[in-house]
């Protein structure tokens, strides 16, 4: 019902910038919110921030006043501006697409998940 393309993770030292981008492909239905999730090894995935479809945000304290999330609805793509990076930051992260795919039935859509390394 729909494919998730991710781009843009890699190696940075700490305090550099990147930018992760999601287009939802091959879909007719109506998208809900568009997240960020990461997980580091040993770990549990967590969200680290989430966009509606009205533009609303929400953030992970960790990442407040560092990345920022944002959308683009005629592209069906999101995208996460990460600066200041942290070592913490190291993870996979993971694309998340609510797609509205009946009246009041919404199914969660993960991507393939792409590596940001933070070293110094």
């Known amino acids: 019902q729909v494919q998730l393309v991710e781009s843009g993770g890699g190696l940075v030292q700490p305090g550099g910038s990147l930018r992760l981008a999601c287009a939802a492909t091959r879909t007719t239905f109506s998208i809900n919110a568009m997240a960020w999730f990461r997980q580091a090894p040993g770990k549990q995935r967590e969200l680290v921030a989430s966009?509606?479809?009205?533009?609303?945000?929400n953030y992970a304290d960790s990442v407040k006043g560092r990345f920022t999330i944002s959308r683009d609805n005629a592209k069906n793509t999101v995208y996460l501006q990460m600066n200041s990076l942290k070592p913490e930051d190291t993870a996979v992260y993971y694309c998340n697409v609510s797609l509205q795919v009946a009246p009041r039935v919404s199914k969660d859509y993960w991507g393939q998940g792409t590596q940001v390394t933070v070293f110094s």
């Open positions: 966009v509606t479809s009205d533009g609303s945000t």
